[in-house]
């Protein structure tokens, strides 16, 4: 063989230099996206610290217990202040659940659509158009919950108060609806073709496959969307504190507690409310912003972490 292709010294000695300078930049990038994976790493890191180190000097001054137990949340009071957080939790939560009465219908039939009944084309030119929705400012949703949604409703519920937990909650499920859409249509598109052509070899229509093959083979890529838009919808600022009003309800277990028609205050709005700057820095009351943050870190981290184990407890893999 050596005999019949002799080696080319000068094409190798060309070759070389290029190995070399190719393992010199791919060295370089290396370091690069490393550097930059450190960083991110990094602000993490001190993002948790510093909650932590203000949350920890925020229960020296504070009961735990009466953190979690108190029904009452006025922390600018200064001779009766009260500190229960399940107050703003509560109303995190109602807007949070509405936006999902609102989102996972629409997302989740949206997604089928895409998926299932429109051609490429259709898809190609829908899905970018549902897509725009996420680039709306929440400022923009904000002032459209509070000067469209809110007084549409108030013209057959006239119950309904100016600032209200109802209209907050449902521009949050537009506005995360396009996450669900966009990512469960991922998930059940990626579903092998072979399964949606077994089931209709047995005989089954297109939406007995559908509902019987094709949405539980996607069911943990289904689930992540709809948890990542619940972290969304959770950390949301500008829309319930425009909408959703600036008053913490007292949590006395009637009817208000689950009331959607009234002014409520959630975490997100407390924080802002707090952060313009009237506070001073390192008081009491300066602490409940980054406590409150603490909890919806704590929120978010065990949303995800449910949804990491429930994709690896239900994921399909196929071949």
Known sequence: MNAEFPADNGTAALWRPNRQRSGTIQAIVAMVCGVFALISIATTVGIVLTLLFETIGFFQEVSFWNFLTDTHWKPQFEERAEYGIFVLISATVMTSGISLIVSVPLGLLAAICLSEYADDKTRRILKPILEVLAGVPTVVYGYFAL??????????????????????????????????????????????????????????????????????????????????????AIGETMIVALAAGQSPKTINWNLDFVNPFIPIMTMTTFIVQVSLGDTPKGTLESRTIFVVGMTLFVITLALNVFSFWFVRRFREKYE
Do not use: C, H, W
């Open 147 to 232: 000067f469209f949604v809110t007084p549409l409703l108030r013209s057959f519920l006239p119950f309904v108060g100016p600032f209200n937990a109802l209209s907050a909650g449902i521009v949050l499920g537009i506005m995360i609806t396009p996450l669900i859409a966009s990512l469960s249509e991922d998930a059940i598109f990626a579903v092998p073709q072979s399964l949606r052509d077994g089931s209709y070899a047995l005989g089954a229509t297109k939406r007995e496959t559908i509902l019987a093959v094709v949405l539980p083979a996607a069911l943990s890529g289904i689930v992540s969307s709809v948890i990542l838009a619940v972290s969304r």
